[in-house]
């Protein structure tokens, strides 16, 4: 169900089987309603796909790492050719990172633009009030603190020699946390328009009823008198 305002209910007809060749192609016409589905689900509910997809991408990456992480843990080292799943899953990680982001700021979008069509609660909203907190700024920063530890050492001897000889898997685990702490970032700036645009429109709806009630109690005043 997309929206909570539309109850469906079944009514019985009759119906007799047609005869003659379907003029439906399963392809041509199995694309053109899957199109309507997806535009009538990322028009009012567009949190979900967004959201199943990021999940869907988190999973690949968590599994991914699986491996290298309890290797890394009882030696102390990853092997050479571990970079595949390194790379393969700080792309499934950072693609989880913005999907995820992405369902909830389209979700708001969507209660911003269509709150009649919407439930009446935002079902986002302890990821916002997480944004709004003034400690979000704190897991961002922690990141970038984090990869820029990582690989620390490698700057101080390039310095020094000109060269590094860090391991990769130390500035790929860089990248991945920068990635998300921008990512994190733009999401927080988006979620602050977002919020001046509702306050917009609510000033706006409050002014155009405003008149409108004005009217209607001056009206009935008449009427008493």
Same mark, same amino acid.
């Given at each position: 169900? $997309? &929206?909570?305002?539309?109850?469906? =209910? ?22 053109? *309603? @899957? ?7 990322? !028009?009012?509910?567009?949190? %979900?796909? @967004?959201?199943?997809?990021?999940? $869907?991408? !988190? ?6 790492? #699986? ?5 890394? $843990? ?8 571990? #970079?595949?799943? *390194?790379?393969? &899953?700080? $792309? ?7 999907? !995820? ?17 919407? %439930? &009446? %609660? ?16 704190? @897991?961002?920063?922690?990141?970038? =603190?984090?990869?820029? /530890?990582?690989? /620390?050492?490698?700057?101080?001897? !390039? ?12 500035? #790929? ?8 702490? *921008?990512?994190?970032?733009? +999401? %927080? ?6 919020? /001046? ?6 000033? #706006?709806?409050? +002014? ?16 008493? +008198?």
């Amino acid at each position: 169900m $997309l &929206s909570d305002r539309v109850k469906i =209910v079944e009514i019985d007809m009759p119906y007799h089987e047609r005869e003659g060749e379907s003029k439906l192609r399963v392809a041509k016409d199995g694309l053109r *309603f @899957l199109k309507v589905i997806l535009d009538a689900a990322f !028009l009012y509910r567009p949190a %979900r796909p @967004l959201a199943m997809l990021g999940l $869907l991408w !988190l999973g690949v990456a968590v599994s991914l790492m #699986i491996m290298p992480t309890a290797y890394y $843990l009882r030696h102390g080292a990853v092997q050479e050719w571990m #970079i595949y799943r *390194f790379v393969v &899953s700080h $792309l499934a990680g950072t693609n989880a990172c913005l999907l !995820l982001c992405a369902s909830y700021l389209t979700g708001r979008m969507a209660h911003v633009a269509l709150p009649e069509m919407g %439930r &009446s %609660r935002f079902a986002g909203e302890p990821v916002r009030r997480f944004l709004s907190a003034p400690w979000f700024w704190l @897991l961002p920063l922690a990141l970038m =603190v984090a990869g820029g /530890l990582l690989v /620390l050492p490698s700057f101080v001897e !390039l310095v020094k020699t000109g060269a590094t000889y860090e391991h990769w898997s130390r500035f #790929i685990a860089m990248s991945f946390c920068w990635s998300v702490s *921008f990512t994190l970032i733009v +999401t %927080r700036g988006m979620d602050y328009v977002l919020d /001046l645009l509702a306050a917009q429109l609510r000033y #706006i709806k409050n +002014t155009r009823t405003a008149p409108r009630d004005a009217g209607n109690d001056r009206a009935m005043n008449q009427t008493g +008198t």
